[in-house]
């Protein structure tokens, strides 16, 4: 079945660790990005993709990084720069055709906790 | 600029009752607007869309118009069961690009049996 697949369901960083989110699509969709969901605040863009070795950052990409190696992956690293990580992450992925009615697919998430 | 306002919960409710989740936004052009949902532990998936004034999107007994004259799309289903319980987003894009997805708060859906 198609669909997008992240990993781990639940991760825990120690203070000043780097961890790495694994984002994988077999949907054959251009467009890649990830969310970062708090209670109350919604869904916030961290950083997007359209296309292999490119990504552009999104409203709070501060802390984080990504790299797009492949169509299928996106990896996301939450850094120690980033001094609030404890959050629900969302990956999703979307075909690329310029029209306002394109949906999105999500994995099921991340929840990342600081130990 | 570009925004959406949805009603805040958490939203409690009665299994069989009607519910209602109201969403108004505000927009140049003629955006596409989306409803979410995401299930407790999950990921966000679809549940309806419209893309021009007038339109009801529809699914698993869920409804919306797209009402251009009120910017508004809120969201009803006649008869909520307990599987209905989650967290339902409002969304719009103006853009014909997902980056500049515009997303509501969320509006938490408790039912009880």
Known sequence: ???????????????GQNVTLSCEQNLNHD?????????????RLIYYSQIVNDFQKGDIAEGYSVSREKKESFPLTVTSAQKNPTA??????????????????FGSGTQLSVL | GNS??????PVTLSEEAFLTINCTYTATGYPSLFWYVQYPGEGLQLLLKATKADDKGSNKGFEATYRKETTSFHLEKGSVQVSDSAVYFCALNNAGNNRKLIWGLG???AVNP
């Open chain 1, 1 to 15: 079945d198609g669909g997008i697949t992240q990993s781990p369901k639940y991760l825990f960083r120690k203070e």
């Open chain 1, 31 to 43: 467009a890649m990005y990830w969310y970062r969901q708090d209670p109350g605040q919604g869904l």
């Open chain 1, 88 to 105: 629900f992450y969302l990956c999703a992925s979307s075909f690329l055709q310029g029209a306002t009615n394109e949906k999105l697919f």
């Open chain 2, 4 to 9: 959406v306002t949805q009603m805040e919960g």
């Open chain 2, 107 to 109: 509006t938490s859906l």
